[in-house]
Structures are given as C-alpha cells and as structure tokens.
T-cell receptor, first 115, second 112 residues
C-alpha cells in the first residue's frame, strides 16, 4: 500500500509570491491534515479536511488555506509568502471515519524556502 | 502555550542501554497519545500509541508507560541501538478532534 505522497519535495519561492503544495493520502483514507514544522515552533497543526470539508483549523493566518478534492487528494496554498513561512510542510492522512484519535500517517514533506 | 511538554531536549545513550523520554499534558480531554520517530529529511513515522484506558503498551523494544492521574506518559526504548538515533516526538489528541498536539522533540543519539 503506497504511503502519503507529497509534491513537490523541495521548492524555493520569493517573498510575496504564493505557493501550492499537493498531497495524495493513503488509499482509502478520507482525512487529510497539514502541519508546519520549523526549528523554532516545532510541529504545528494547520488544518484538517474530511470529505472535502474543513473539519478543524489551527492558529494560522488566513494566508494559509487548503482544499480537498473528491478523490481525497488535498492541496494547501500559502499566499503573500513571508520569510518566516520557510518550513517543512507535512501532510498526514488517516481513515477519519471517527472524529477522534485516529491513527495518523505522515508523508515525507515539502521543504519550502522563502528568499 | 505548549499543550504537551517533552523532556529531555537531547539524550545520549550507550548501545544496549535504555532510553527514556518523558511527556506531560494538561488537557484532560486528550485521549490518544502517539509517539513518532523522525529521521533527518524524513516525515515523522508512527512508532507506538496508547489510549488512557491502559497504563502500559509494549511493542518490541518500545514501551509506553501512561500515568493518567499525573497526566504524564513516557517512551522507553530497551536495548537501544545506533539505528534508533533520531528525533522522537510525543503527541496528543482529544475527543472530537483529529489534530495532534506535539511535544518539542527529543534528539536521541545512541553511541556504539
């Protein structure tokens, strides 16, 4: 069974630009979450989607957005990039049938550098 | 405010020794406590997880001990090996939520 797939793996963007990251969850998983990992703030939850609906949201500004498609694939977008957005962005998938304590599997992440 | 506090920040253990990492939480709504292992350049990989209805769970060389009254849980790695050298994160999630709150991580180094 294929794991969580994220693309692109590495990218460099200029401050003020926008970026879109893509995630394909494990086959059969309907919940997709996004996390930001930085040395200073650690791993922080961005948002979760289930059946194309945002089910939960972390404490990030509105520049961070996401969506989920009918095949459970998800994208996240960051607009007006700032230097502080440089991070590893991790996608995670879980079966999601119950809205509590599901086993969550992570992808290898997309490394974003903002210059 | 850090919802899950993890210690130590770094840990050096001799091969064959026991590695112990501790975590504490305040939110009594948390009911799922996983541990993740992360190697450089990789995403976190689920190692082992526990729910508060049991006090201990063992999988191979990895054991979670859970103390509900103290709101603490810990990871024990028995017979630590150099291949265990990685960063370990504890996490927690609660009833009615599918997002994880992570500890700050422990960088484990196992020396031969």
């Amino acid at each position: 069974k294929a794991g969580v797939t994220q693309t692109p793996r590495y990218l460099i963007k200029t401050r003020g630009q926008q970026v879109t990251l893509s995630c394909s969850p494990i086959s059969g998983h309907r919940s997709v979450s996004w996390y930001q990992q930085t040395p200073g703030q650690g791993l922080q939850f961005l948002f979760e989607y289930f059946s194309e609906t945002q089910r939960n949201k972390g404490n990030f500004p509105g520049r961070f957005s996401g969506r989920q498609f009918s095949n459970s694939r998800s994208e996240m977008n960051v607009s007006t990039l700032e230097l502080g957005d440089s991070a590893l962005y991790l996608c995670a998938s879980s079966p999601g049938q119950t809205y509590s304590g599901n086993t969550i599997y992570f992808g290898e992440g997309s490394w974003l550098t903002v210059v | 405010q850090q919802q899950v506090k993890q210690s130590p920040q770094s840990l050096i253990v001799q091969k064959g020794g026991i590695s112990i990492i501790n975590c504490a939480y305040e939110n009594t709504a948390f009911d799922y406590f996983p541990w993740y292992q992360q190697f450089p350049g990789k995403g976190p990989a689920l190692l082992i997880a526990i729910r508060p209805d049991v006090s201990e769970k063992k999988e191979g060389r990895f054991t979670i001990s859970f103390n509900k009254s103290a709101k603490q849980f810990s990871l024990h790695i028995m017979d630590s090996q150099p291949g265990d050298s990685a960063t370990y994160f504890c996490a927690a999630s609660g009833t009615g939520a599918n997002n994880l709150f992570f500890g700050t991580g422990t960088r484990l180094t196992v020396i031969p």
